[in-house]
C-alpha cells in the first residue's frame, strides 16, 4: 500500500508535553442542518501516546461531501482518519501528517488553531538543495528518479533523469550547474524501501509498509534533512 505524508514545521518551539495537554480529550461536535438532513459532525483527536522525543495519535475527522440525485443535494458524511506525529528535535517541533498533500496541509492548519487559536502556525518545511543532492549522492546507486527546478530555460518549469547511474551521467551535473533538485525516487537506508521526496517535505513510500514504520522512517531520515 502507497504510504503518503507531509512534514511541518510549528513557527512557536511548543514542548511535546503542552501539545499533549492541549490535544488530549479533545472532541467537538457540529451540526450539519439542511432539510430533511440532520447529521452530526465529529472531530476528535484519539490515541494519543508519548513516546521518545515524539507525540503519536490520531485525528478523526469528519467531512461532508454532496451528490445529486434527480435533482436532489444528499449530504455524504465521510470520516478521515489521519495517523499523526509531533517530533521534538535540535532544530525545532514538527508535525508529521500522514497523509495526501491536499489533506496533510489542511490537518496542519487545523492543528495550528488547535495549539495557537490561529492558522499560520504551523509552515511548510524546506530541505536545501544541497542536503537534497546529499541525500541522493550517499546512496546514488538506489536513486531512480531526480527531478530538477530553478532552471533558467524560458517556458521550462522541471526536468527529470530517470535511471541508474543517474550521478555518473554528464547530463546530472550539466543540471546542477543550471538548477536545483526538486524531487527524488530514492530507496530509505533505514527501511530498505522505495520512497518518493520533495524539497516542501512530502513523502511518499511506494513499497509496501506500515504506518509506525513509515513514522519511524520520517524521523530518522527526513527529519535530519529539514533547514
Known amino acids: 500500500m502507497v504510504l503518503a505524508g507531509k512534514v511541518f514545521r510549528l513557527v512557536e518551539d511548543l514542548p511535546l508535553s503542552r501539545i499533549a495537554e492541549?490535544?488530549?480529550?479533545y472532541r467537538v461536535e457540529d451540526e450539519f442542518e439542511e432539510e430533511p438532513y440532520r447529521i452530526k459532525l465529529i472531530t476528535e483527536v484519539l490515541d494519543l501516546a508519548v513516546g521518545f522525543n515524539s507525540l503519536r495519535g490520531v485525528l478523526a475527522w469528519d467531512t461532508l461531501r454532496f451528490t445529486y440525485h434527480r435533482g436532489n443535494r444528499i449530504p455524504v458524511p465521510r470520516t478521515l482518519y489521519v495517523t499523526f506525529a509531533f517530533f521534538k528535535t535540535a532544530g525545532g517541533t514538527f508535525l508529521l501528517a500522514v497523509e495526501r498533500k491536499s489533506i496533510a496541509n489542511r490537518v496542519a492548519n487545523l492543528f495550528s488553531q488547535l495549539l495557537f487559536i490561529s492558522k499560520g502556525y504551523i509552515v511548510n518545511v524546506s530541505i536545501s538543495p544541497e542536503k537534497m543532492r546529499e541525500y541522493h549522492e550517499k546512496n546514488p546507486e538506489s536513486t531512480?528518479?531526480?527531478?530538477?527546478?530553478?532552471?533558467?530555460?524560458?517556458?521550462?518549469?522541471?526536468?527529470?533523469?530517470?535511471?541508474?547511474?543517474?550521478?555518473?551521467?554528464?547530463?546530472?551535473?550539466?543540471?546542477?550547474?543550471?538548477?536545483?533538485?526538486?524531487?527524488?525516487?530514492?530507496?530509505?537506508?533505514?527501511?530498505?524501501?522505495?520512497?518518493?521526496?520533495?524539497?516542501?517535505?512530502?513523502?511518499?513510500?511506494?513499497?509496501?509498509?506500515?504506518?509506525?514504520?513509515f513514522i519511524n522512517m520520517v524521523a530518522s531520515e527526513i527529519l535530519p534533512l529539514v533547514g
Open 144 to 213: 531512480k528518479v531526480i527531478f530538477f527546478d530553478s532552471l533558467p530555460v524560458p517556458n521550462l518549469d522541471k526536468l527529470s533523469l530517470y535511471g541508474p547511474d543517474l550521478r555518473q551521467t554528464d547530463l546530472y551535473s550539466h543540471y546542477l550547474t543550471m538548477g536545483s533538485i526538486w524531487y527524488l525516487v530514492t530507496v530509505a537506508k533505514s527501511y530498505g524501501v522505495t520512497i518518493g521526496l520533495t524539497r516542501d517535505g512530502v513523502v511518499v513510500a511506494f513499497s509496501n509498509m506500515d504506518k509506525t514504520d
Open 22 to 25: 492541549k490535544l488530549r480529550g
